[in-house]
């Protein structure tokens, strides 16, 4: 989309440039939309549990811009021939997280294709003013990351035959999960910078927050992680996709002697429906973190945005 012409409107608050979550259309002075979609392939079988996932990960990016979900639309591939039942229940879960989220399912588009894909166009609001964008990261902030790393590794250690169910069902369980509880916590605190942690992994997702202007130092011992992934890991029940994201960060990132190659593997990891990375200042950091750990899933306080190293990413 580089090549695309830029836009040039005042009221497009958010757009493509730097690589947000969402786009952002101010309509007044008090109200925006944000505009986001995602759709993919399924990573369980259960058709179901594929649907509330692929719901959960699209509506994420409302929550990662500082907004809130209003209407959602299915986006549907789906072959010809294959039982409709399936597609009814890859639908439901959908709906069931839609509903969830406090937003509107209102249609959607489907076409006949040779495999099975499904997510959401979403649309919602924010106050132009209390937008979240992934940049603007502080000298001093810490990293508050939302969920545990690893669902990538599980899945695709289950269908090898690899995994315990009580693995893939942590997994489920934190993918299945909205962001949305976490956001309403975020929300009273100062926030300089924000995404949800997705297909380019931890480190992926950390290095578009630095946005070459920032660096940071990760304390691998308080990543939360799904113990699992990292036996996996070290294993070598590791993606594709996560070797692609450690290809591309090779120059940006430094592992300390202490960290294993299989925290180096979760950190890679591309997640799906993952948690909100959030900077925030140093004074903020572990009152958000006392709040968050009312949740569920795993959170931590994972790094420190810092002024001089020579790597734009340490992990220790």
């Known amino acids: 989309m ?46 179901y549990t594929f649907g509330q996932i692929a719901a959960a990960n699209a ?9 809130e979900p209003k209407t959602a639309l299915n986006i549907v591939c789906f ?41 959401l166009s979403v649309t919602g609001i924010v106050h132009p003013q209390k937008i979240y964008t992934n940049r603007g990261c502080e000298p001093g902030d810490l990293l508050v990351l939302t969920k545990p ?21 942590k997994a489920v369980a934190s993918m299945a999960t909205l962001n949305k509880y976490a956001a309403e916590i975020i929300r009273k605190y100062p926030v ?24 940071a130092v990760i304390f ?26 450690r290809n591309f960060l090779e120059g940006y990132v430094e592992f300390g002697p202490e960290v294993h190659f299989s925290m180096e593997e979760v950190l890679f990891d591309p997640q799906t429906s993952g948690g909100l990375l959030v900077s925030v200042p140093k004074a903020a950091a ?10 569920d899933l795993p959170c931590g306080i994972v790094g420190e945005i810092v002024d001089e190293q020579e790597k734009e990413i340490v992990v220790k």
């Not at 072959?79 to 399912?105: F, H, N, T």
């Not at 308080?222 to 590791?238: K, M, Q, R, S």
């Not at 572990?286 to 949740?295: C, K, Q, S, Y």
């Open 79 to 119: 072959p010809e021939k294959m039982d409709l039942e399936i597609l009814s229940q890859i639908l439901q879960g959908g709906s069931e997280k839609v509903l969830e989220a406090g937003a509107v399912l209102a249609g959607g588009h489907s076409i006949e294709d040779d495999g099975v894909k499904y997510g």
């Open 149 to 169: 790393l690893g669902v990538a590794i599980i899945c695709g250690a289950a269908r090898v035959g690899e995994a315990s169910q009580q693995a893939l069902q």
């Open 220 to 245: 691998s011992s308080e990543v939360p992680v799904i113990p699992e992934a990292l036996e996996y890991a070290a294993e070598f029940l590791v993606t594709g996709a996560a070797q692609r994201n």
């Open 2 to 47: 580089a090549q695309l012409p830029k836009v040039q409107d005042p009221d497009f608050l958010v757009g493509f440039d730097q690589s947000d979550d969402a786009a952002v259309y101010r309509l007044t002075d008090e109200l925006a939309l944000v505009h986001t979609l995602d759709f993919f392939p399924p990573m369980v079988e259960d058709p």
């Open 286 to 295: 572990e009152d958000l973190l006392a709040e968050l750990e009312g949740l």
């Open 59 to 67: 509506l994420s990016d409302i929550w990662a811009m500082g907004g």
């Open 192 to 215: 300089h910078a924000c995404t949800d942690v997705t297909g380019f992994g931890f480190l992926g997702h950390l290095h578009e927050m630095l946005g070459g202007e920032r660096k």
